[in-house]
């Protein structure tokens, strides 16, 4: 049988993971961190401290604004200087915590041994409840809160728990780097996770990371957690989405508007994993994680893997990593298909970050768009089965109407078309745009059925 892949669309970008024998190096302290309130998906966290308020490591330092939301700690000991908005990668101000460093005291609650805690908890109330307390978040991109994802809605039932450890973004190599490093870790967090759901687990890794395959798989055999195996995917951009690895390991589709949960599945990044086992074997909530900087064409020195504390401006990173070669026109958050620009170096890391990449003048430099050949690469390639020719002429018709109907909101934003299309037509600037004006408005009539539904149940009270 073929290596497991998705079974629709997909492209093959050059995999430049140039920083992939680069082990792991603890990031030093700056003099000064600013923490993000807005770090996960869902309401910004609210701030519970004020300025002179003294702090420990991994003391909490913010509530969840809402029931997708997140607990947010303090990354460094020492003083709260300012609780104020502050501008992120795109320039947006969101609520920061500044925190003058002092020291490294560290929360005495926190087990920072080195010792591995393989007993997994019976209690699966307690495991989701020190998950949530924890702060941790999906760290495979969406940053979407762990504990909510991991409590399957009434009526749905988790089928397969898939450990997510494609990594399948060029030049990204954090969560290699920590399957090489920290393995026993990620599969304890996987069997935590697998504990919860009551399912077995497959960590799926594509097949240009044989290093990192073959440290999951002695990493699984030694601890013996039964219902849980590695398997090898093809590599193939986007493997790593959600759907495309569901459809890749257990051979499902979830449909248009669906969740993988819908199917039975629950997927989870390894680094997540990792959090997870901190968490719940190490009372260690989500203050630190591990970031890529690298580029294309820079010399070695300046290619490293980082464990970071949350909170340390980019513009510390970009330093203590021999700052930013001469050869570097953009720098991107991410990797170079759906990574973010960065517009603004003083903006700080967040519990998400794993890239600075520098990209060059020749790697960035788009080619003159030319009209539309009807060739139709574009649609080959799109994994979610669109047709991004059509959607970018209903986006420039501006027709919201037809683009719903065409699933403009079911675009996940991996880039393939643009990666693929002759005429150099920016096909996900335009879809990406489509999809924000589309979601708009189904999220406005959601809440206007409900607003409905709701003054019908008041006025049908009222006549009681
Ligand atoms: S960016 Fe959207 S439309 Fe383009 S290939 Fe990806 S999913 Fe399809
Ligand atoms: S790939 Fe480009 S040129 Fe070909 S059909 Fe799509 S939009 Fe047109």
């Known amino acids: 049988m073929g290596k497991l892949t998705f079974s629709m669309g997909g492209v093959h970008p050059n995999d430049s993971k140039y920083a992939r024998e680069c082990a792991i190096e603890e990031l030093p302290l700056p003099q000064t961190v600013y923490v993000s309130m807005a770090q996960h998906l869902g309401a910004p966290a609210k701030p519970l401290v004020a300025p002179g308020d003294k702090v420990l490591v991994g003391q909490v330092i913010a509530e969840p604004g809402g029931f997708i939301s997140a607990f947010v700690h303090s990354p460094v000991s020492g003083t709260v200087k300012a609780v104020a908005p502050r501008k992120d990668l795109a320039g947006n101000p969101v609520m920061h915590v500044e925190i003058a460093v002092e020291g490294d005291e560290w929360d005495p609650a926190i087990d920072r041994s080195k010792e591995l805690v393989t007993a997994i908890p019976d209690d699966k109330a307690a495991i989701l409840d020190k998950i949530k307390a924890c702060g941790v978040v999906g760290l495979g991109g969406a940053t979407f809160p762990t504990h909510v994802k991991l409590s399957p809605p009434p009526g749905k039932v988790a089928e397969c728990l898939i450990l997510n450890g494609t990594e399948c973004e060029p030049y990204l190599t954090s969560d290699h780097r920590i399957m090489i490093e920290r393995p026993k870790e990620i599969v304890i967090g996987a069997a935590i996770m697998q504990k919860v759901l009551g399912c077995p687990c497959v960590i799926g890794i594509e097949e240009?990371?044989?290093?990192?395959?073959?440290?999951?798989?002695?990493?699984?055999?030694?601890?013996?957690?039964?219902?849980?195996?590695?398997?090898?995917?093809?590599?193939?951009?986007?493997?790593?989405?959600?759907?495309?690895?569901?459809?890749?390991?257990?051979?499902?589709?979830?449909?248009s508007g669906g969740l993988p949960i819908d199917v039975g599945a629950v997927v989870q990044n390894v680094a997540t994993s990792l959090a997870v086992y901190e968490a719940v074997q190490k009372n260690k909530p989500l203050i630190t994680n591990v970031l890529t900087v690298t580029g294309n064409k820079i010399p070695g020195n300046l290619q490293h893997n980082y464990l970071f504390r949350i909170g340390v401006p980019l513009s510390f990173v970009v330093e203590q990593a021999g700052g930013v070669p001469d050869t570097a026109a953009k720098l991107i958050s991410g990797g170079p298909m759906m990574g973010k620009a960065i517009s603004n170096l003083d903006a700080t890391t967040v519990k998400g970050s794993s890239?600075?990449?520098?990209?060059?003048?020749?790697?960035?430099?788009?080619?003159?768009?030319?009209?539309?050949?009807?060739?139709?690469?574009?649609?080959?390639?799109?994994?979610?089965?669109?047709?991004?020719?059509?959607?970018?002429?209903?986006?420039?018709?501006?027709?919201?109407d037809a683009l719903e109907a065409n699933a403009a909101q079911d675009c996940i934003e991996c880039g393939c078309c643009l990666y693929s299309c002759p005429a150099c037509i920016p096909l996900l600037d335009h879809i990406r745009q489509a999809k924000g004006q589309v979601m708009g408005v189904i999220r406005a009539r959601a809440a206007a059925a409900k607003a409905a539904a709701e003054a019908a149940k008041a006025a049908a009270e009222a006549k009681k």
Do not use: W
């Open 355 to 400: 890239s600075v990449l520098y990209l060059s003048d020749e790697d960035t430099r788009r080619k003159p768009e030319t009209n539309c050949i009807r060739c139709g690469k574009c649609a080959d390639a799109c994994p979610m089965g669109l047709e991004p020719f059509l959607l970018n002429r209903l986006y420039k018709a501006g027709d919201l």
């Open 208 to 255: 240009n990371k044989p290093e990192a395959i073959a440290s999951m798989r002695a990493a699984v055999a030694e601890l013996g957690y039964p219902n849980m195996e590695v398997k090898v995917l093809k590599k193939r951009y986007p493997q790593g989405g959600e759907k495309q690895l569901i459809d890749a390991v257990m051979h499902r589709q979830v449909k």
